[in-house]
């Protein structure tokens, strides 16, 4: 009786350890995240993404210490670059493209923009920026925000994408720590937001 049981357990443990190995191979190796970032760890937060940079440069305003050293822009604002798909260039993108003749004036009609804003936070006590973006939700009242990496502030190279760069506990830890330094922080602050502007006079 006490051998069978001591079979179960042993089947059990390693059922458990080949899933978690599975688990952990798809996770730092293929990622769970469709796109050009598939490794981000990511939040959906209910609000409009002008809420959100708002809340943010708001947060950094109040709190210069979640601001990178030495980086003056709060968010970095999408690249916007023209877009030879587009009807106005399509028939004549090549020719664009070898300068045969030159582009036109930039319009909304022949443009196309990032789909990304980029911003970073910065953690005082371990001297590492925070790379994150924000995009909106085909529901423009949700806004994705996404922590892609850290890197170390005095060594460039050491740059490290969160769920695939680091071990289970650690990645966890990780993750833990954006969201109660940071989403946490920026959910709150729309709130406050929302508030102060439904309720002017208490802002006097």
Known sequence: MIIKRRKYIFIA???????????????RKVGGFAGSYPFVEYWDIKATES??????????KEKPNLQPPNQNEYFFPRK??????????????????????????????NTKS??????????ADSKEIVHTWTRPDFDTTITTFAFVS??????????????????????????WKCERTFVNEIKEKIEENRKAAHNPHRCR
Do not use: H
């Not at 443990?13 to 996770?27: K, P, Q, V």
């Open 51 to 60: 809420e959100v940079i708002k809340a943010i440069v708001d947060l950094k």
């Open 114 to 123: 990032d789909y990304w804003l980029f911003i970073d936070f910065y953690y």
């Open 80 to 109: 916007v670059e023209y877009d030879l798909e587009s009807p106005e260039l399509k028939e004549n993108a090549m020719a664009y493209l070898t300068d045969s003749i030159p582009f036109p004036p930039m319009t909304k009609s």
């Open 150 to 175: 850290l890197s170390n502030l005095n060594n460039r190279n050491d740059y490290r994408l969160i769920n695939r760069d680091f071990w289970y506990l650690e990645n966890k830890k990780q993750i």
């Open 13 to 27: 443990l390693i059922g458990f350890l080949f899933f978690w190995g599975c688990e952990e191979f798809f996770r």
